[in-house]
């Protein structure tokens, strides 16, 4: 199909091909998707016979030929004796719209409702197939995580009881001090661990509630879920970015990043633009907002990096935990107002060079970046000690 694409694509170069009038801007032949091929031309018989040519060059290559029963020709505003002479040439048979390319129906005119039905029917039919199988599955975890009602299995709850995982993976520390282990699946609970804690406000009221239940015997779920879903950190995680001291571009960004309201890859494809499908700080991943803003290895290696130059040891959190931890930072001003100013900086920092990477097609090490990002946390930790409130972040060109 490759060569079948290559060959198409140097049919602009017989005399007598027109590009179909839609296409002639993006400069497009056709579109291939395994062994689907859609060819586009004006709607007049030279053109047609340039295509011919083509396809008759990749079977004279290959030994491939088309099939004409299976192949059709779809005519849009061409006068009939002009169909004629173009169907008695190529020996396809005229097509009807609707028709199908990738399972979606295609038109000349705008889709209707009517033309989705067949397509709702069947990826109905297959939710229904496997509807019970979903029940299944979920039903069986509900079993394995909370027990069958004469005892509790949830996990995070019963620390105690899991010997194996104290000795192996906690090395017997407790289970609100370990940092992270060498289980991913542990890592995820720690990960809810710390933002049940964030939720509560503290870790002395985590522990307290945690005891309150364990003495109980049972777990108040209609309460757990209220902790978990009726407390918005909105508030709280905004107060660093409104803070005087960090740079009013970098709150912008941050606050969008927050948001997920950057233009990263999950968001430009519901607009029907994709530049990018993966990752270019790390090119193992699919980019989203999660993944930049620290699942990315390469941006979580800047922001642990920034964590130790503040002399913080613990590991990185997701970007709305890092701010929501910043808000509830008990220290003095000017150390939170460095962390502040650095989280944001850094968020600023990466976003800008995952933009460099993608329009300009330059890249830096991250701890080139990181260099960076501290000198501007200091020039603008400077400039706010000295009170030059006119002082703009924005104007230190990046190297």
Known sequence: MEILSRILRRITQFNHFSYHPKCVRIDLTHLIFADDLLVFARGYLPSVLAVQECL?????????????????????????????????????????????????????????????????????????????????????????????????????FRLQKMQWSKAYLFQHQSGWD????????????????????????????????????????????????????????TLKWMKPLLDGVVTPQHAFISTLAAHGALPTTDNICTRGLVLISRCVLCYNALETHQHLFFGCPFSNIVMQGLLHWQGITRRVLSLKHELYKLALYQCKTWRKRLGCCAVAAGIYGLWHERNRRIFVGTSRSAEQILRWIKYCVCLRMYAWNKGILNYELSNVLLG
């Open 56 to 156: 008759k060059l990749f079977s004279d290559y290959s030994g491939l030929t088309l099939n004409p029963t299976k192949t059709n020709i779809y005519f849009a505003g061409v006068r009939n004796e002009v169909k004629a002479l173009i169907q008695a040439s190529s020996g396809y048979m005229e097509g009807t719209f609707p028709f199908k390319y990738l399972g979606t129906p295609l038109h000349v005119s705008r889709l209707t409702r009517d033309m989705f039905q067949p397509l709702i029917a069947k990826i109905r039919s297959k939710l229904g197939y496997w509807a019970w199988i979903i029940h299944d599955i979920e039903k069986t975890c509900r079993q394995f995580l909370w027990g069958d009602g004469s005892h509790n299995r949830m996990i995070f």
């Open 178 to 233: 370990i940092d992270h282990t060498a289980s991913p699946i542990w890592n995820h609970i720690l990960t809810i661990r710390d933002d049940f804690i964030a939720k509560v406000g503290s870790l002395d009221a985590a522990q307290a509630l945690f005891h309150e239940w364990h003495a109980r015997g049972k777990l108040p779920l209609a309460k757990i879920y209220n902790i978990f879903h009726g407390i918005s950190l």
